[in-house]
T-cell receptor, first 112, second 114 residues
Framework: DAKTTQPPSMDCAEGRAANLPCNHS???????VYWYRQIHSQGPQYIIH???NNETNEMASLIITEDRKSSTLILPHATLRDTAVYYC?????????????FGKGTKLSVIP | DAGVIQSPRHEVTEMGQEVTLRCKPI?????LFWYRQTMMRGLELLIY????????DSGMPEDRFSAKMPNASFSTLKIQPSEPRDSAVYFC????????????FGSGTQLSVL
């Protein structure tokens, strides 16, 4: 699976949009971009994933560049409960691509 | 849906003792994962089961670690004998894993080996 690069930490004001970047320049054509987050003392939680097109769900939006070498996770209105470590992970599809390899992620601090 | 259930939530034991961690995956899921998280190494995959069969145990640190999945609704991770360096948070996760399905993680077991 392709390697990802994320900033170690970011701050965001409460109520503002949080934009978390991720670089995955070696991503291959059949690999998906996944985002998980881990709130302190809890297990990782799935947020969203995508292949080529932008995706949106009740938690966040995922913007993937046209060349697929980078992506941005957007939390439209960050709250204090969104303070967590956010992991960007690249993973293939199919039964053989089962592993989620977690890097160090981005520690997002939402400031009141 | 109760989610992935792990027990115990916390475990404190002495070096040399046997430790057993337990996991109940989400009903209907066919894949189960054990992860370990430490400050130094982050989240590491220890072992992966598919349809109750261990598929990849390359992440299991050494022979002191063993994992079983006797049926679709239960798995154990055993450490015997335990050592202080085994202190970590151990997470269990389950998934349908037929393509791009997401993993659901339990709340973890905080293990402290004194």
């Amino acid at each position: 699976d392709a390697k990802t690069t994320q900033p170690p930490s970011m701050d965001c004001a409460e109520g503002r949009a949080a934009n978390l970047p991720c670089n995955h320049s070696t991503i291959s054509g059949n690999e998906y971009v996944y985002w998980y987050r881990q709130i302190h003392s809890q297990g990782p939680q799935y947020i969203i994933h995508g292949l080529k097109n932008n995706e949106t769900n009740e938690m966040a939006s995922l913007i993937i560049t046209e060349d697929r070498k980078s992506s941005t996770l957007i939390l439209p209105h960050a709250t204090l409960r969104d303070t967590a470590v956010y992991y960007c992970i690249v993973r293939g599809s199919g039964a053989g691509s089962y592993q989620l390899t977690f890097g160090k992620g981005t520690k997002l601090s939402v400031i009141p | 849906d109760a989610g992935v259930i792990q027990s115990p939530r916390h475990e404190v034991t002495e070096m040399g003792q046997e430790v057993t961690l337990r996991c109940k995956p989400i009903s209907g899921h066919n894949s189960l994962f054990w992860y370990r998280q430490t400050m130094m190494r982050g989240l590491e995959l220890l072992i992966y089961f598919n349809n109750n069969v261990p598929i990849d145990d390359s992440g299991m640190p050494e022979d002191r670690f063993s994992a079983k999945m006797p049926n679709a609704s239960f798995s154990t991770l055993k450490i015997q004998p335990s050592e202080p360096r085994d202190s970590a948070v151990y997470f269990c996760a389950s998934s349908l894993l037929r393509g791009t399905e997401k993993l659901f993680f339990g709340s973890g077991t905080q293990l402290s080996v004194l």
